[in-house]
């Protein structure tokens, strides 16, 4: 069982920064960040391997975020640059099913966090 927590969240203005962390009881595997807004699906924000030499993004944050970690700490980050209004979300960290999986699909990911509010005010 992978334990999840993260935060970082909270009230930011547009075109600000914030950083998000992810603490895992393990970085034995790839890791990712999806989001969900009120009333929306959730999406898939960035996701890293377990080495960090692989990270993939959603076409909505390319640019903007950047994901890393650091397997000493068993901590991974969402480095989150220019939000926008439309960045409004719970985001939630998910450990993947394998050190190398990074891409979109959720059900990959079989252990989640309960998740961090960020609000981007305009």
């Known amino acids: 069982q992978v334990q999840l927590v993260e935060s970082g969240g909270g009230l930011v203005q547009a075109g600000n920064s914030l950083r998000l962390s992810c603490t895992t009881s393990t970085s034995n595997y790839a890791m990712g960040w999806f989001r969900q807004a009120p009333g929306k699906e959730r999406e898939f924000v960035a996701a890293i391997s377990w080495s960090g030499s692989i990270t993939n993004y959603g076409d909505s944050v390319k640019g903007r975020f950047t994901i890393s970690r650091d397997n000493a700490k068993n901590t991974m980050y969402l480095q989150m640059n220019s939000l926008k209004p439309e960045d409004t979300a719970v985001y939630s960290c998910?450990?993947?099913?394998?050190?190398?999986?990074?891409?979109?699909?959720?059900?990959?990911?079989?252990?989640w966090g309960r998740g961090t509010q960020v609000t981007v005010s305009s």
């Open positions: 998910a450990s993947a099913a394998d050190r190398f999986y990074t891409g979109n699909y959720a059900n990959r990911y079989n252990y």
